[in-house]
């Protein structure tokens, strides 16, 4: 499974990194309320970095950035993107998020955005992004809750994974992703959606 997702995702990496965002002034306001969380000390992971823009926007604000990515050619293009703005402090690696092992409580801050929803084990990896957080750490996250979306996304979507132009979305509501990260966890201290079919943003601590 994760080989299938690997090979859809390098497929599209390209087309991906050109496509022009599709809201970027939500976008732009969940970077500002971001930045609010950083401090030039911190050490931030991202998981699921496609191809880097966030983290390198983001570079600027914090010490050190590790940004991981399933596909190898999401990867190779942040790290184009990195060398071109000659950033040195964000480090891309391959990686299976689900997969991923590192040192409890080594982290700042992780940030996961537009992965949740992708996950078929999505609470073992809020899980392990919780146990990598030092105590009062954050976890950032924007997320397609597609049970809150309109119902004719939500039949179109099958179709799409048919022909080989969707990857497995999980069906949750916003309320149920809440309740698994206060099972994994964390606090939520920042709730914001956009409106409908738009993704939720949220800001989640680990206690003290």
């Known amino acids: 499974m994760a080989a299938d997702k690997k090979k859809f995702w390098d497929k599209i990496a390209e087309k991906y990194s050109r496509d022009p965002i599709a809201d970027p002034q939500s976008y732009q306001i969940k970077l500002d309320i971001t930045r609010e969380y950083f401090h030039p000390d911190m050490r931030v992971l991202e998981i699921g970095c496609g191809t880097g823009s966030t983290a390198l926007y983001h570079a600027p604000a914090v010490a050190r950035i590790d ?13 184009r993107k990195a060398e071109d703005a000659a950033v040195t402090n964000v480090h891309f690696h391959q990686g299976d998020v689900t997969a991923m092992s590192g040192s409890d409580e080594l982290y700042d801050a992780v940030m996961a955005h537009s992965l949740l929803h992708l996950l078929e084990d999505r609470e073992r990896v809020l899980k392990k992004a919780h146990a990598m957080l030092k105590p009062g750490g954050v976890f950032i996250s924007s997320t397609a809750c597609l049970r809150d979306f309109s119902c004719y996304i939500r039949a179109a979507l099958p ?12 069906s949750f509501t916003q309320e149920e992703l809440i309740n698994e990260m206060a099972r994994a ?8 959606c956009p409106g409908k079919n738009k993704a939720t943003f949220l800001v989640a601590t680990k206690a003290l």
Do not use: C, N, R
Request: proline share 3%; glycine share 10%; hydrophobic share 50%.
């Open 67 to 79: 940004a991981f990515d399933l596909s190898d050619t999401m990867i190779e293009i942040a790290k």
């Open 159 to 170: 179709v799409m994974q048919l022909i080989g132009k969707a990857p497995y979305v999980g």
């Open 185 to 192: 966890g964390f606090s939520v201290v920042h709730q914001w």
